[in-house]
């Protein structure tokens, strides 16, 4: 893209005819700060063609960081506090709410973008939508489903994927016997722990909040689903699960020491870009034994939840304006689109426009059910509203430690009271 | 202006000498202004008091202030008394923060202390390769406590441990031991990590204590026909206590607030269960934005310091009074 198509997507083109740059455009300085992404590539694609492009039509100079997402949280209110740090902040979640007071309006950009792109998906807007006003910019989603190898779980009679949770557990308790465990985290770690906790409570039928917000869970389905957890941990999940960040699944997959696990598609695209080196126990290349499911439904339905991404712009910013027209050029349909289809299907848009994206079509079969994952989603803090409230719950990691405390040794009845008890303290 | 030079010898004694310029009063101004004790003690203390301000009084403070409101992320709070500590304190996750901050610092110092100890009196003898063996002693204590706990991490790591690998290839285990996945373990796996990392300085610091006792005390014990620990006990001890004790200040109050070895190493879990009042003040004031309960937390951290110091301290003067 030249300047006069930047300028055209951003809706600034009078500038071309005053004939000068905008005052942003002399020497200024934009920081974005986002995660280092599961795939490579896509921070790549993003830091040598699109930013390049960015800095050449902005004629501002642009400045990308990545760093551990779960030292996102961190830098931001530390950002916040100091009123200093990157101009935008990618954020996770529904963070947005909990940093609402230093975040700039996006209503404007974001009414554009769901406009252009067919309207957001529930779960990014109501991740960044605090009732009126867009606190960030939907960026992506990034579904999780179940990563599973074919061969293994053949062997123990499963020639499709299990249905019901307990299903799952019967068969995770033939895959631990036969030294393939299944592997899940309940750590304190951003994006696997919470997309493997928060379901189990939809799917028992039970959640944190009322619609009006108000806490919930001490009931017998939460007790259910934490009796639940706490046997199909025993009987089939690898116990070191308690202590793994959101990358310990992805090695211990591809090394052959799990049969499944919950994680975005990052197994499979890596199994399929290191093919060459990542083999089975026969030699083949893993990729050809790698397929996905949902969550199995328990006794109220099968919920996931994937995570939603967003970019926000940070009101301490001196740049505000050129933030903004910066993302409006970056989330437009060809720039996002050319980054989404680096992705291979681990992020999928903000937008229903990207199901019916071409890309899909070139990927394996295995790869499909991403395409409409994002769809079966709830929202933490549901069925309240997910508000600075469901972030605190989030980041305190009260749900996933209700979970890990019972996997422990804790009584079910125990763990539901502890973390109802801090719930109320929260909610209400 | 003229003046005689004041004093000099013989013939020099009367000497005049022509002052250049009137406008030499002004240094004579500044001379006089160092020349008064109060006005220069002023000026040779207010770059300390400075930084001292800036760099401590000033974050304390703040600390305070936050801790007494409820400032959350982005948010100026209003002054809430003691609300956040009363909160804190009714928090089993800080309960639990709070118990393991002891047993963290008890167990991780008598470790340091009695392998320090152990460490400074084999180094105190000669042999050859003596100095390469004390400089490497310090090797843990130099490499940057981050790097070092992400080495031992993967050491732990709950799917790939070295450990666990030896132990199993050696017949000592049959299945994996859970490090960092289970709360006990993950606990001494971080006193262990502080142990290693602690210990060189316990080391050095009673290697240098030990040089300073006079060989003929022992000597003389020796002749009275006292055995090792005899001397140990008698000679030894005695006069390596009050630097034992200021080692062990120092490392009560490092440990206590420890942060980014547990922060690294298990980041507080698996459920809580290894939370020091360091890492679970940071996940409720950083990590969550709720700084005016984190700050609570931390300053928690401040009586039991303050008791233990004054305590140790109080010990340390009566010793050397006596």
Redesign the interface.
């Known amino acids: 893209m030249d300047r006069r198509g930047f300028l055209k997507s951003t809706g600034v083109a009078g500038i071309l005819a005053a004939g000068r740059a905008p005052a942003f455009a002399q020497g200024t300085k934009l920081h974005l700060l986002r995660w280092n992404d599961f795939i490579p590539a896509c921070d790549v694609t993003l830091r040598e063609k699109l930013l390049p492009e960015a800095i050449k039509a902005l004629g501002a100079e642009i400045q990308l960081e990545t760093i551990n997402a779960n030292d996102l949280q961190p830098r931001i209110t530390a950002a916040i506090q100091s009123g200093n740090g990157a101009d935008i902040i990618m954020t996770l979640h529904n963070w947005p709410h909990l940093y609402q007071s230093g975040a700039v309006d996006m209503t404007d950009v974001a009414e554009w973008q769901a406009k252009d792109q067919g309207g957001f998906y529930q779960q990014s807007e109501q991740a960044v939508k605090d009732g009126k006003r867009f606190l960030a910019l939907p960026w992506s989603i990034s579904g999780l489903l179940i990563a599973y190898r074919k061969s293994w779980f053949a062997e123990v009679g499963a020639s499709a994927p299990p249905k019901t949770l307990e299903e799952y557990r019967e068969l995770g308790m033939k895959l631990k016997k036969k030294g393939h465990p299944i592997g899940q985290t309940l750590g304190h770690t951003f994006g696997d722990a919470p997309a493997w906790s928060y379901p189990m409570l939809w799917n028992f039928g039970t959640a944190e909040t009322d619609k009006a917000g108000k806490s919930v869970l001490d009931n017998k389905k939460t007790v259910d689903s934490v009796k639940w957890m706490t046997s199909f941990w025993k009987d089939a999940c690898d116990e070191g699960g308690f202590a793994w960040d959101d990358t310990n699944n992805n090695r211990a997959f591809l090394s052959g020491e799990i049969s499944a696990t919950l994680n975005g598609a990052s197994i499979y695209i890596a199994a399929k870009r290191g093919q060459e080196k990542i083999k089975d126990d026969k030699g083949e290349p893993m990729v050809r034994d790698i397929d996905h499911f949902p969550i199995p439904g328990g006794p109220a339905g099968s919920w996931g939840y994937h995570i939603p991404f967003s970019h926000m712009v940070m009101k301490y910013s001196k740049n505000q304006k050129l933030a903004k027209d910066f993302l409006k050029w970056l989330h437009a349909k060809e720039q996002f689109g050319r980054w989404f289809e680096v992705a291979e299907g681990f992020s999928v848009g903000s937008t229903k426009h990207w199901e019916r994206s071409p890309m899909w079509e070139k990927l394996d079969p295995a790869m499909k059910l991403y395409r409409t994952a994002a769809q079966a989603s709830r929202m933490v803090g549901y069925a309240g509203p997910p508000n600075a409230k469901a972030s605190e719950v989030y980041s305190k990691y009260i749900i996933t430690d209700m979970y890990a405390k019972a996997a422990q040794g804790m009584k079910a009845e125990d763990a539901v009271k502890w973390a109802a008890g801090e719930l109320q303290k929260i909610y209400g | 202006m003229k003046k005689p030079i004041a004093g000099g010898s013989g013939g020099a004694a009367g000497l005049e000498v022509a002052l250049p310029h009137p406008r030499a009063a002004r240094p004579q101004t500044s001379g006089r202004v160092l020349e008064n004790e109060r006005l220069l003690a002023f000026a040779l203390l207010s770059p300390t008091v400075l930084l001292l301000g800036t760099f401590i009084a000033y974050p304390f403070v703040m600390g305070v202030w936050l801790s007494l409101s409820n400032t959350s992320?982005?948010?100026i709070g209003e002054f809430v008394g003691v609300k956040n500590f009363v909160?804190a304190w009714n928090?089993?996750?800080f309960q639990t923060a709070f118990r393991n901050t002891f047993v963290y610092t008890f167990w991780a110092t008598i470790f340091k202390l009695s392998l320090g100890m152990w460490l400074a009196l084999l180094l105190n003898r000669s042999f050859r390769g003596k100095r390469i063996v004390r400089a490497s002693m310090l090797l843990p204590f130099i490499v940057p406590t981050v790097l070092s706990t992400f080495a031992w991490r993967w050491m732990f790591?709950?799917?790939?441990s070295v450990l666990n690998w030896l132990l199993y290839q050696s017949g000592f285990i049959v299945t994996?031991l859970?490090?960092?996945?289970?709360?006990t373990y993950?606990m001494w796996c971080a006193i262990t990590v502080n142990t290693w990392r602690g210990m060189p300085f316990f080391a050095i610091t009673l290697l240098a204590g030990l040089q300073t006792i006079n060989p003929d005390l022992h000597e003389a014990a020796s002749l009275d026909g006292a055995n090792g620990w005899q001397r140990f006990w008698s000679v030894t001890w005695p006069l390596l206590k009050p630097v034992t004790l200021v080692v062990v200040v120092f490392s009560v109050i490092q440990t206590f607030s420890d942060f980014q070895l547990i922060y690294v190493l298990?980041?507080?879990?698996?459920?809580?269960?290894t939370h020091l009042l360091a890492t679970y003040a940071?996940?409720?004031?950083?990590?969550?934005?709720?700084?005016g309960e984190g700050a609570a937390i931390s300053l928690f951290m401040l009586p039991v310091l303050f008791v233990v110091v004054w305590l140790q301290l109080r010990y340390l003067r009566r010793l050397e009074g006596a």
């Open positions: 992320v982005g948010n909160k928090d089993s996750i790591d709950p799917t790939f994996k859970p490090f960092l996945s289970d709360g993950g298990t980041g507080g879990g698996p459920a809580n269960a940071y996940q409720i004031g950083v990590a969550t934005g709720l700084l």
